[in-house]
């Protein structure tokens, strides 16, 4: 239980499943396409309510977004409190650049998601340099999430303030339609997870590995961690700000709470701490499970929360990995399998609670 | 009046020291020697509750402190000085020694003898701890140790980072106040030190006691003699 | 432009009393708690329901203090029993995370059961002139008690035994131990005494404007800001940081607009913890 918090780091709350194959891509695409044959089902069932899918829409662009928050926070340990913001500048980013630049959709789009990836490669560099930890790194990024609010409400003639705009680029094509909108962000979010695999099984996750699991250890290996870092910064500012600009056009309408620090960040760490921070699905079945469980107490309103922080604890209390690390964990326990016979043979028990002061 | 029988500890990796047994009678000056790595810091820790024993007794004055936290068995009347000092860097020399007696009042009386012991402190009452040289603020963790009127003092190698002139000062020291009265029990690795302020002492080697003896029995030992008194 | 600076004060002091809190819990315990300005508004809330039910003004603020400390001590007696077994920075992570929990929890019973329910406490009487610029009575009122509170502050730890006894513990916690004094106590007097500052501001606060229900994310988020700026673990850094950041906030807010205001003071903000990560007068790193 709160064993695993006894590694006395900052990152233990962080490190998925360990990446057993490095090797097949099957194995890969596999679970990948399977998820998305079964999400795209969905509009089957709920093709026929405009609402529904906006719900379902909705999910599958936080599923995006909670992918993008892995990649930075799940690789590397960098807690990142500004999800919404790096989504916002590529939603209201590519919003501005077609609407009252008047560049094409997909350029102010691309260039929207370059601009996201800069920043976010910008705040990782800051962090890196100033030797920031965890919590100075979160509340760099909490202080740019505000920012990044008060700019969208003070800039109100391009971003229409508080009560926000909308997007006529786009607006006649299926981009508006009803159900073409969530196999996009579907297609991105499996986009998503590829690139996040194939990432994990290349040298840079291998390097992102390594860092995250002694960083005085990687440095001395050759590891150029503050590279590395960014590396994730950059791969996930990106995902944001692509999911955050195709979302902001087929919405049609953006506005602060669209981005909000309350309103995204919050929810994308309960459902990446719920799914498994660092895990490659854990994004998915926490966006999924979220999205689900939030329609079904709609009418609760804000006693919502109520279960949420409710949630919150218990979930850091007991499986403070999340649902699909701790499921593996066990399902190896129990079976043994996934390691190598030098591993079976050394096999440990639970840790060793230590109380040794770290501080 | 301290007795250790089976002490094992150590930290997340493995245990540190194991199956230690020893004593400390009243008005003795008991030294634990060995060298670094040997064990000294982890005993003393586990001794003073600032880390739990894995296995052990631990008697002070018929009291069993094994396993309770620091602060409480500071108030049965035992003192630590270790290595590393652990003032209150920003207060005065005044406040750290002023709250060495908590939670009573300091005793005006005490103070005044702490003074005198180390004139040094004196001379820099309203001085911040942090600011002190390694020789001040090792007489200060003292100081602040001998506010508690503890009837035994334990130190953790008191000459860690001290010129031989100011190592020879805070021995000096101790063996005045051994000879008021104060039981003390020493780790140390400068061993010359040691042995000339106590009655006898403990070789820890490995997590183990090697050794026993009187200081005499010690000092004409000639595995002692190679390891720690640099007789070839 | 001195009005402007003598608002800035007002703020400013409320915002100092406020971090005051919050960095008390770090420095001592390292422990953050999020949940800090749901403990103040649930505090005003209690002052509300007092005095609707016919105490007096007085008596309800009291009460208020009363529930504020209250507060601080059920959130040590339970949501943080478990984060005392960490150290170091995966004890200031858990503490994030669950009191996280908890201020949801209160965000969400409080905004679904009295969603519009604000606390006023009117202060009778006219303008008083300050330095030639008339300030309303609330706002004078309200910074004379936080000076004052500063002051008690201040001559608790320097002076007192049991101060004392806390600072030791923020300066060394194992010194602290071996001179007998127990930081757990420790951190839960400093639990109680922050949950009843964070009452003390939203009282006093809602002399100025009033206190919602809603107020608790953003009381937060300040708290947190200028506790950082000032240094974890200092109380006069907190004073320090909040004065500075509240005259900078009104000034700019007059001489640019709000938003731009805000975004400089946030600026500031970042710059001053890119600058110095210890605050300007940090302790604890």
Redesign the interface.
């Known amino acids: 239980m709160?064993d695993r918090?006894?590694?006395?780091?900052?990152t233990?709350?962080v490190g998925g499943a360990e990446q057993r194959s490095s090797r097949s891509l099957p194995l890969l695409l596999v679970p990948i396409l399977g998820a998305g044959a079964v999400l795209a089902l969905v509009p089957l069932w709920l093709g026929d309510s405009g609402v529904l899918m906006g719900v379902a829409v909705l999910g599958v662009a936080f599923a995006c977004y909670t992918i993008g928050f892995n990649v930075i926070f799940g690789s590397t340990g960098q807690l990142f409190l500004c999800v919404g913001a790096l989504a916002g500048t590529g939603g209201y980013g590519a919003a501005i650049l077609a609407e009252e630049v008047g560049l094409p959709l997909m350029v102010s789009i691309a260039a929207a998601t370059i601009a996201s990836s800069l920043i976010g490669g910008l705040l990782s560099f800051?962090a890196v340099r100033?030797s920031?930890?965890?919590?100075?790194t979160g509340?760099?990024t909490?202080?740019?999430s505000?920012?990044f609010e008060?700019?969208v409400?003070?800039l109100s003639s391009l971003t229409g303030g508080d009560t926000g705009r909308l997007i006529e680029s786009g607006a006649d094509t299926f981009l508006r339609d009803r159900i073409p909108p969530y196999y996009l962000m579907l297609a991105l979010a499996l986009l998503f997870l590829f690139v996040h695999g194939l990432l994990r099984r290349s040298h840079v996750g291998w390097a992102w590995r390594a860092l995250r699991d002694d960083e005085v250890a990687a440095e001395l290996a050759g590891v150029d961690v503050a590279r590395y870092r960014v590396y994730a910064a950059m791969v996930g500012g990106a995902m944001l700000g692509l999911a955050g600009a195709t979302f902001a056009f087929t919405e049609g309408r953006i506005s602060p709470t669209t981005f909000g620090f309350?309103e995204v960040d919050v929810v994308v760490i309960v459902m990446l701490?719920f799914g498994g921070i660092g895990s490659l699905f854990g994004p998915t079945l926490g966006a999924v499970t979220f999205t689900i469980v939030d329609e079904v107490l709609i009418e609760?309103?804000?006693?919502?929360?109520?279960?949420?922080?409710?949630?919150?604890?218990v979930l850091?209390?007991w499986i403070p990995r999340g649902v699909i690390p701790t499921i593996s964990d066990l399902f190896q326990r129990r079976y043994r399998i996934g390691r190598t016979p030098a591993e079976r043979g050394a096999s440990p028990g639970p840790?060793?609670?230590?109380?040794?002061?770290?501080? | 009046m301290l007795e250790v029988r089976g002490l094992t500890a150590g930290y997340e990796g493995g245990d540190v020291v194991h199956d230690v047994a020893f004593h400390v009678d009243r008005g003795e000056a008991v030294m634990i020697i060995g060298s670094n790595g040997a064990g000294k810091t982890t005993l003393f820790r586990s001794l003073i509750g600032l880390l739990t024993p894995s296995s052990g007794t631990v008697r002070f004055e018929g009291h069993d402190i094994a396993g309770l936290p620091a602060q409480r068995i500071v108030r049965l009347g035992v003192s630590f000085v270790p290595a590393e000092r652990h003032l209150f860097p920003r207060m005065t020399v005044h406040e750290n020694l002023a709250l060495g007696s908590y939670p009573d009042r300091p005793d005006p009386d005490t103070m005044k003898r702490v003074m005198d012991l180390f004139p040094r402190l004196s001379e820099r009452r309203r001085q911040r701890a942090g600011t002190m040289s390694g020789g001040e603020q090792q007489m200060l963790a003292m100081g602040r140790a001998l506010m508690a009127k503890p009837r035994l003092i334990v130190l953790d190698e008191p000459t860690t980072g001290l010129a031989p002139k100011l190592a020879g000062e805070a021995y000096q020291a101790l063996g005045e106040l051994r000879d008021r009265g104060l039981t003390i029990l020493v780790a140390e690795q400068q061993v010359p030190l040691a042995m000339a302020l106590s009655d006898r002492g403990y070789v820890l080697e490995n997590g183990a006691i090697r050794m026993e003896g009187t200081s005499a029995q010690l000092a004409s030992d000639p595995d002692v003699q190679r390891a720690y008194l640099g007789v070839v | 432009m001195i009005a402007n600076i003598l608002d800035g004060i007002v703020l400013g002091l409320q915002f100092g009393l406020l971090a005051a809190g919050l960095t008390l819990v770090y420095g001592l315990g390292g422990v953050l708690n999020l949940a800090y300005g749901q403990m103040a508004v649930t505090a005003a809330m209690v002052a509300l329901f007092a005095m609707d039910a016919g105490v007096p003004a007085f008596l309800a603020v009291l009460l208020a203090l009363v529930a504020g400390g209250l507060a601080g001590l059920v959130l040590d007696l339970t949501v943080l029993r478990p984060v005392y077994r960490l150290h170091g920075e995966a004890r200031v992570l858990l503490s994030l995370l669950l009191s996280l929990g908890v201020a949801f929890m209160v965000d969400g019973f409080l905004n679904w059961r009295y969603p519009l329910k604000a606390l006023t406490l009117g202060i009778g009487g006219g303008p008083v002139e300050i330095l030639g610029v008339p300030m309303r009575r609330g706002s004078v009122w309200a910074s004379a008690i936080t000076l004052l509170t500063f002051a008690a502050l201040f001559a608790f730890f320097r002076y007192a035994a049991l101060g004392r006894a806390v600072r030791s513990v923020i300066e060394d916690e194992e010194g602290a131990r071996l001179v007998g004094i127990d930081p757990a106590r420790m951190l839960r007097l400093i639990l109680v005494l922050s949950g009843g500052l964070a009452a003390l501001v939203a009282v006093t606060r809602s002399m100025v404007v009033a206190v919602d229900v809603q107020a608790g994310v953003s009381i937060t988020v300040s708290a947190l800001i200028v506790t950082v700026v000032g240094g974890l673990g200092s109380v006069a850094g907190a004073l320090l940081a909040g004065i500075i950041l509240g005259i900078v906030s009104i000034v700019a807010a007059d001489l640019i607009g709000t938003y731009v205001s805000l975004i400089i003071l946030l600026g500031a903000a970042a710059g001053t913890i890119l600058v110095r990560p210890a605050g300007l007068l940090g302790v604890r790193d």
Request: cysteine-free.
């Open positions: 709160s918090l006894t590694e006395a780091t900052g233990s709350l800051v100033r920031l930890g965890v919590i100075f509340i760099i909490l202080i740019f505000l920012s008060a700019l409400l003070g309350a701490a609760f309103g804000q006693l919502r929360l109520v279960a949420y922080g409710a949630l919150v604890i850091f209390l840790e060793a609670p230590g109380s040794e002061d770290r501080g």
